[in-house]
């Protein structure tokens, strides 16, 4: 396949090769396996001795022509799809850490990921540290000879904290150990963690990568030898994107760069707006100045992202009468979708976490998210300022 210099060319230019039919659109290839030419093939193709396609578990040219793309816009050389983003996020721990190994983690993680290192892992013998992002000094004193990994997610979710990938990516190199950097809320049109020494790159495709909310999948991302160990142990476990979710998701990333654009001017006059507002506690956004990474933000992200957060007075209370009165904006737990969706994580997506937990990352019990949509930026600030008024 060829390549081009800019994102938004290669988001839309690499393709599957043309078949016969001279499709312009590449199809659905929706089969469970593929035929051999004779016994050799066959043979050559489970050696790995010829590229080519097997079985839909091991590979699919929809979910080919998806990590292609991906590969090109993260600046990787290979990569696997995956059936979610929280299976992409297991296989990049469990295809890498054995019994025995330490995972050093910043605590500000999605409650899934937190469910994984603190209940799934330790069923392994495989131990963690969480590390507090505001306190960089602690991170390699967190450091032992049994860790190997050290894994991370910027922007975090939901309280939208910046980790300095250029002295994480020092850090871990400095050890020999493997970066692996959850990027789904920047995703790779904002944001590109291999740039700054990360070995592996993971994604929930279900949020803006599909941006409509209508299929979920995942990817992990990376060197050849790392995915290496990642396709052997997705080969046997199964963990496979459905071929239609792989066409979705390729045709999805061709829109990319336009949808993040718009996400992020109205995230940023929504945020502009909120921290300006009496009743408004405080607002996080990596691209506000009051952010308190805002110059590492700047630094490592071509813009702010599409997510809000904030609280407002009055606590869970008043949390909970202002979903309540929203009229256009949906409560769902998802995100990344073209309408804006409006989230309580104390009480949905980080539920599982203990107050302690919520508390030590910043969520409080009144604490709002807003994944900003592509409606008209004055229309999603009318149905928050009424359902403000509401709420009171």
């Not at 850090?171 to 990360?198: E, S």
């Not at 790392?226 to 997705?234: A, L, Y």
């Not at 979710?245 to 045709?251: D, Q």
């Not at 804006?340 to 998210?369: C, M, N």
Request: charged share 20%; glycine share 8%.
């Amino acid at each position: 396949m060829s390549t081009w210099e800019n994102f938004e060319t290669n988001a839309i230019r690499t393709q599957t090769e043309r078949s016969g039919q001279r499709e312009h659109s590449v199809p659905i290839y929706a089969t469970s396996s593929f035929v051999f030419n004779d016994a050799e093939q066959a043979r050559a193709l489970f050696a790995n001795e010829e590229e080519g396609n097997i079985y839909s578990r091991f590979s699919n040219p929809n979910n080919d022509e998806f990590i292609e793309k991906l590969c090109l816009l993260e600046g990787v050389e290979d990569g696997m799809a995956m059936a979610s983003g929280m299976a992409a996020m297991f296989v990049s721990m469990a295809a890498f850490l054995n019994q025995g190994d330490h995972l050093l983690i910043c605590r500000s993680v999605f409650g899934s990921t937190h469910q994984i290192t603190t209940q799934l892992l330790p069923r392994w013998g495989i131990t963690h540290t969480y590390v507090d992002i505001h306190k960089p000094e602690d991170w390699e004193k967190g450091i032992g000879k049994n860790t190997k990994m050290i894994f991370l997610e910027t922007p975090s979710n939901p309280g939208l904290d910046i980790i300095d990938l250029e002295f994480v990516g020092k850090l871990a190199k400095r050890h020999n150990l493997l970066l692996n950097v959850d990027n789904c809320f920047a995703t790779p049109y904002l944001q590109n963690p291999a740039k700054y020494g990360a070995d592996i790159v993971t994604h929930s495709a279900t949020k803006f990568i599909d941006g409509q909310g209508r299929v979920i999948g995942g990817a992990v991302l990376g060197s050849k030898e790392c995915i290496e160990k990642v396709r052997f142990f997705s080969r046997h476990t199964g963990p496979a994107m459905s071929p239609f979710n792989g066409w979705i998701l390729s045709k999805s990333l061709e829109t990319l760069a336009v949808r993040m654009e718009k996400h992020c001017e109205n995230a940023l006059h929504l945020a502009r707006h909120l921290e300006n507002h009496n009743e408004v506690l405080s607002v996080r956004y990596p691209f506000l100045p009051s952010h308190p990474n805002y110059k590492i933000a700047k630094k490592q992200m071509r813009l702010g992202g599409g997510m809000v957060s904030f609280e407002l007075q009055g606590g869970i209370e008043r949390g909970r009468k202002f979903l309540n009165s929203m009229k256009m904006i949906s409560f769902s737990a998802n995100l990344g979708d073209t309408r804006s969706i409006a989230t309580h994580p104390a009480s949905t997506t980080h539920s599982k976490l203990s107050v302690e937990e919520r508390a030590s990352v910043g969520i409080t019990d009144g604490l709002i998210r807003i994944s900003v949509g592509l409606e008209n930026i004055q229309d999603i600030i009318d149905d928050i300022e009424q359902a403000i008024e509401s709420s009171r």
